[in-house]
């Protein structure tokens, strides 16, 4: 196989979180009955018109300064055309050769290096409606909710050249819309939306090869690893001496393989016009200031901060800040708390995992950072051992109350006095004899029952370390003894 | 040609006089509209200026309005509407079949405002398909029949709201104006008929034609008519975005400024070959009434009139082929048979809309497509601005324009159908103002020798729509042109 180097761009669509439509007052909220959330406007009635959201306009100027776009001076909308049933105007109002926003970027870590990766374009556009089909009839119905919901899409410049480096871009780009509050930016609920455009051509050349856009792509995962696979197809067919064809695939992410959708010499003109019905925006720089004034700090600065401020290793402060959620708990517990590295860990570890394995947005979960501070306490005074607080951890994210509060509301205390913990090992002892014979005939696991029993007789009050210490120390006494 | 002077008939007076006199008790609003409503039924089955009128709901909206008001400046006076006006849970169909049974859930602004003065909405006068006409022949339901003389067209593409006007089927109408479709069949009907400036009326529920040139405006008997419906419907609308915010003024006091000073401009190029001569001559008649007033002449050009016509099919037909592609079967109207969705919307899209229509949206689709934008749209909208400089430029020589509204008489129906370019020129003289999104009005100014009415046109600055008015009402008060009546009997007996 030849040498090929990758060139990688990708087209994000980020739905804002916006109560309103873009261009009427209907709601946004995700998962409504089909067709609930309309009204003429978007469902495109004959002899309605749009009118511009004020603050999706807001959050859309909010957004590109975010990204270190020019805001430009005027922007105005167009019609993109084409026959869907999804689209109940029979045109898109979105924005084509006067953009809310150009010539941004966005830095992102790879490996040791920072490489920054353009961003050719921010734009604002109505999304469409969805089509529902029926496997048990002959029709299909239209479910407009989504029509008109107010969407971003940010371009970058195809400047990435490696399957990590898109992965990094999404995953900085999200963090940094979690820091701006303007999108839920959900992949499995659409509100985050990515294509990308994969094309090859031999290493250390500059002219590039003919792209091919990847849609239906659900995942950060999903975007890596279908380029990973179109880099690899593109290679293996320009070996065999094809030519790679311009055109759109599908990602399947069971077969892990993307297929032909359909070429783009075949492709609609979208017949791109101004729309009439709304009037080109001239964009107050002054307002402009107003906006960029109220940024909060963005991940990349948090991140540096972070590092320095609280001694963090460059990894801790890259995990923490990759969520807004994720660090304002960390900084908010650290400054009550005094010490940032368990505090960094239990963020980066427990919380992130609670998360994980709910598959549940840091937003989406209420955890007072005092909670975590207690818990460290009730650590550090051996009040509970470190398994007990993972436990603990989980029982008042999931009951919502301070951990304090379950400790004292349970007798969670752990056993300090010795004397309490020798009767108990005493008792097991002379209740396991089977175990006491095994560990003296060398089985170590036997030791690990034995603890285990002792945890069960304290209701898990005893530190498990001390336990084990005075159950050996027993075990030798006792061999001593009888020998 | 039979004419009539406009008789003592309570269904011949003019709005305003209506208004007063149900307001003073003199006329008894159910008596009035059961008149009206009677007559409608009598004429309309041979004028065809109606799609269908529901009685009972014109009816009971009446006693609505009499027991709960609003008393409003249009109390208990009924107002007909173009059927391409969306009335909540009426049928509005811009005379189509695609559009068959869509009954819209909600108002346009301008009925809203109606109905805020009290006004009894009567929908829904005949008109071209989506406007799409200068004769009211492209209509699904049938042609519309000049009341002067139904052998021939009443213009388009508001002809049932002009022809139910002039013929006393309605006391005023609403319309909509995208290249003269309110002041060409009002030229051809005799009546008054305004555009105002792009902006000062909310086209909200309004089904759009041509987006940045349509605008809703007044049919009416006489000038001070059409400065009383302005002002109901004049007004900053926040869920138009093109609406604009500039104040409204006091249309009805303009009325009776004296006129004494101004400056009318005559321009040179809308004095042309191919004009009718007695038309020519009814118009410069006109302008020495104007100076019997007081007023000065003076010549003024608007250079790129030439480019008009042609501008204009660029730019409108483009904004109508987008306009319309949410005709497409799937969520209201007319839907074709189909076993894919290809074949669905071939079947809705061609059975669905009337050749005009087609013509229409198959231009505006070449023009708009790849590789030829920039040499037609954006080409149309380069020389849309020059034809707005045009203007500018003209008002700083004089205070109004006058010129012919249309350069013949009604036409034969059928003479021009097969010739949309003869068609198309019908509107040479009105289309400008579109374009330029300036306000202007016809009005009547004398007939032919065969008894066909003529219009003239008057043109303002944006905005100036009252500077029109108090031309307009200067004009009728030296003349009697808008008092003559067609002879409806005549017409039936014709038919």
Redesign the interface.
């Known amino acids: 196989m030849a040498a090929y180097e990758p060139v990688i761009g990708l087209e994000v669509h980020v739905q804002l979180a916006t109560a309103s439509k873009l261009f009427c007052g209907c709601p946004t909220t995700f998962g409504a009955p089909a067709n609930s959330q309309t009204c003429p406007v978007c469902l495109g009635l004959p002899g309605t018109l749009p009118v511009l959201n004020e603050r999706a306009f807001e959050w859309g100027i909010r957004v590109a300064l975010a990204f270190d776009c020019a805001v430009q001076p005027t922007m105005k909308f167009d019609r993109k055309q084409y026959f869907y049933p999804d689209l109940p105007k029979g045109y898109q109002i979105s924005q084509y050769d006067q953009p809310l926003a150009q010539r941004g970027h966005l830095d992102i870590v790879v490996g040791e290096q920072t490489k920054r990766i353009g961003i050719h374009r921010i734009h604002m556009e109505e999304d469409a409606g969805k089509l529902l089909h029926d496997p048990h009839a002959t029709a299909s119905y239209v479910d407009f909710n989504r029509a008109g919901v107010p969407l971003l899409e940010i371009v970058s410049e195809p400047e990435m050249r490696a399957p990590e480096e898109a992965y990094q871009y999404l995953t900085e780009l999200k963090a940094v819309l979690s820091y701006l509050d303007v999108s839920t930016c959900n992949m499995e609920e659409g509100s985050l939306r990515c294509d990308a455009n994969v094309s090859l051509r031999p290493a250390g050349t500059t002219p590039f090869g003919a792209k091919v856009e990847i849609k239906n792509l659900n995942s950060f995962k999903a975007v890596k690893a279908a380029i990973e696979y179109e880099m690899v197809r593109q290679a293996e067919a320009l070996d065999r001496g094809e030519r790679i064809v311009q055109e759109t695939r599908l990602w399947d992410a069971k077969a892990q393989t993307t297929e032909s959708m359909r070429s783009k010499e075949g492709a609609s003109d979208y017949r791109y016009f101004p729309e009439p019905d709304l009037v080109p925006f001239v964009i107050d720089a002054a307002h402009v200031k107003a906006v960029a004034a109220k940024l909060p700090e963005l991940p990349a600065k948090r991140r540096a901060r972070l590092a320095q401020q609280y001694q963090l290793p460059a990894y801790d402060a890259s995990v923490l800040t990759q969520h807004r959620r994720l660090v304002e708990v960390f900084e908010q517990a650290v400054a009550q708390y005094g010490k940032a590295k368990p505090v960094a860990n239990w963020v980066m570890v427990e919380l992130m995992a609670y998360c994980n394995a709910r598959q549940r947005d840091p937003d989406e979960i209420t955890l007072q950072p005092v909670w975590l501070v207690h818990l460290l306490q009730a650590i550090d005074n051996a009040t509970i051992s470190g398994k007990m607080a993972k436990e603990l951890f989980v029982e008042s994210i999931e009951q919502q109350v301070d951990p304090q509060q379950i400790i004292e509301a349970k007798g969670l205390r752990q056993i300090v006095d010795t004397s309490e913990l020798e009767k108990v090992a005493e008792d097991v002892l002379a209740d396991n004899p089977k175990s006491v014979e095994a560990f003296r005939g060398g089985k170590q696991n036997a030791l690990m029952f034995l603890v285990g029993q002792c945890m069960q007789r304290t209701k898990g009050k005893a530190n498990p370390q001390s336990m084990m210490e005075i159950l050996k120390r027993k075990l030798t006494e006792s061999k001593e003894v009888a020998s | 040609m039979t004419q009539t002077n406009r008789t003592d008939s309570p269904l011949s007076q003019p709005l305003h006089q209506l208004r007063d006199r149900i307001a003073s008790g003199a006329v008894d609003p159910r008596q009035f509209l059961n008149d009206l409503l009677t007559r409608i039924e009598q004429f309309n089955p041979s004028l065809r200026a109606y799609i269908a009128v529901d009685r009972e709901r014109v009816q009971a909206e009446l006693a609505e309005r009499l027991a709960k008001g609003p008393r409003g400046r249009l109390f208990g006076v009924p107002i007909t509407v173009k059927d ?3 009335v909540r849970g009426e049928q ?1 169909t ?1 005379a189509s079949r695609i ?1 068959q049974g ?1 009954r ?3 108002d ?1 602004t301008v009925i809203e405002r109606l109905a805020r003065e009290g006004a009894v909405i009567i929908p829904h006068a005949n008109m071209d398909e989506f406007a799409f006409g200068s004769s009211t022949e492209n209509s699904a339901v049938g042609v519309t029949r000049n009341p002067w003389d139904p052998s021939r067209v009443p213009g388009g593409s508001s002809g049932g709201s002009a022809a139910s006007v002039a013929a006393d089927l309605a006391v005023a109408a609403l319309g909509s104006d995208t290249g003269g479709s309110i002041r060409q069949p009002a030229a051809l009907c005799g009546v008054v008929g305004m555009k105002p400036t792009y902006g000062r009326v909310s ?6 034609f ?3 040139l349509d605008q809703i405006g007044p049919i009416t008997k006489d000038v001070t008519d059409c400065a009383e419906l302005l002002s109901v419907l004049a007004g900053n609308d ?5 609406s604009a915010p500039t104040a409204v003024p006091d249309y009805l006091a303009a009325l009776n400024k004296p006129v004494t000073g101004m400056r009318f401009g005559l321009p040179k190029e809308y004095f042309i070959e191919g004009i009718d001569p007695e038309i020519q001559r009814a118009v410069e008649e006109a302008a020495r009434v104007l100076e019997s007033k007081g007023m000065k002449r003076v010549s003024v050009s608007l250079p790129h009139t030439q480019y008009a016509v042609a501008t204009y099919y660029v730019v409108a037909t ?2 109508a082929s ?1 306009n ?3 005709y ?1 079967g ?3 109207g007319y839907r074709g048979a189909g076993s894919s ?1 290809l074949e669905m ?1 071939e079947h809705t899209r061609a059975e669905g809309f009337g050749r005009e229509s087609v013509r229409r949206i198959i231009l505006g ?1 070449y023009v ?3 590789g030829y ?1 920039d040499a037609y ?1 954006l080409q149309g909208l380069k020389v849309r601005t020059l034809i707005k400089r045009d203007f500018d430029d003209a008002f700083k020589e004089c205070d109004v324009i006058l010129t012919p509204t249309s350069p013949s008489a009604a036409f034969k129906i059928g003479e021009k159908l097969n010739d949309p370019l003869q068609m198309y020129l019908s509107d040479i003289f009105t289309i400008s103002a579109n374009l330029a999104g300036i306000p202007a009005m016809s009005m009547p100014c004398g007939f032919t020798s065969s008894g066909l009415p003529i219009g003239m046109q008057l043109l303002g600055p944006s905005f100036e729509e009252a500077r029109l008015l108090q031309v307009g009402r200067a004009y009728e008060q030296a003349t009697e042109w808008h008092t003559r009546k067609p002879s409806l009997q005549a017409a039936e007996a014709r038919n």
């Open positions: 391409n006006i969306c509005t811009c559009l869509f819209p859930p909600y346009a086209r909200y529920g309004l089904i759009a041509a987006s940045s926040p869920r138009d975005s093109t483009a904004e987008s319309l592609a949410r497409d799937v969520k209201y969705l919307y689709t708009l497509s790849h934008y749209y």
